[in-house]
């Protein structure tokens, strides 16, 4: 099976639908780790800029980084990561 691709999304179509899930369902955790997962998906198969990926993020909730950033890796945290991310967070509270 052949996907038929239409156009990938920018940056703007992006961040307008963030905007208005946020206005629909709120600043939730759910609503996080669902946009977290997919702008990480669209930045995994080089759809989206990591800029880009960074810029809309900072529109959503900081949850879910420690199990974001094992999914990436395919593999679990090190002690020495966790303690880098735990920092990173307390540093860029969202």
Do not use: F
């Amino acid at each position: 099976m052949t996907a038929m691709i239409n156009g990938y999304p920018t940056e703007s179509e992006l961040r307008a639908r963030i905007e208005r899930q946020l206005v629909w369902r709120g600043a939730t955790d759910t609503v996080a780790l669902i946009w977290h997962g997919y702008l990480s998906a669209l930045m995994e198969w080089g759809v989206i800029e990591m800029d880009v990926y960074e810029r809309l993020c900072t529109l959503l909730r900081n949850v879910g980084r420690k199990e974001l950033v094992e999914q990436s890796m395919d593999e679990p945290l090190t002690p020495e990561l966790e303690r880098e991310i735990e920092e990173a967070i307390r540093k860029d509270i969202r």
